[in-house]
C-alpha cells in the first residue's frame, strides 16, 4: 500500500535551517507528483510546494518562496524540503503529499496521499 512517511522535523530557533525527508513506498515514485503542504496551531492546511515527478520543475508558496527549496532522489525514493531563514510563522504540522498520476504539482492539484507529518517549531 502507498505510504508516506516524514522525518526531520524538530525545534530550531528563527534564523535557523532543517531539512525534511519523505520516504516513499507502495507504488514508483519516480511516476509521481509530489508536495509539501503545512498545519500550523488553530489554522488550515498550507500547500508549501510542489515538484513534478522528474524533479525539473517546482513551484512554492510566496510564503516560502526564496527561503524554501523542495528537491526529490528518485532513485531513493525519496522528497526533500530545505528550510532555510526560519521564522516563527513557520511553525506547523508538515506533511509530504502525492499526486494522482499526472496530476499537476501546483496549490489547486488535489493529493490522494499524505504522510502523518513531522513538527516543526520555530523559537524567536
Known amino acids: 500500500q502507498v505510504q508516506v512517511v516524514e522525518s526531520g522535523g524538530g525545534l530550531v530557533q528563527a534564523g535557523g535551517s532543517l531539512r525534511l525527508a519523505c520516504a516513499a513506498s507502495g507504488f514508483t515514485f519516480s511516476y509521481y507528483a509530489m508536495s509539501w503542504v503545512r498545519q500550523a496551531p488553530g489554522k488550515g492546511l498550507e500547500w508549501v510546494s510542489g515538484?513534478?515527478?522528474?524533479?525539473?520543475?517546482?513551484a512554492y508558496a510566496d510564503s516560502v518562496k526564496g527561503r524554501f527549496i523542495i528537491s526529490r532522489a528518485n532513485s531513493k525514493n525519496t522528497l526533500y524540503l530545505q528550510m532555510n531563514s526560519l521564522k516563527p510563522e513557520d511553525t506547523a504540522v508538515y506533511y509530504c503529499t502525492k499526486y494522482p498520476y499526472g496530476s499537476s504539482w501546483s496549490s489547486e492539484s488535489r493529493y490522494d496521499y499524505r504522510g502523518q507529518g513531522t513538527q516543526v517549531t520555530v523559537s524567536s
Open positions: 515538484i513534478n515527478s522528474g524533479g525539473g520543475s517546482t
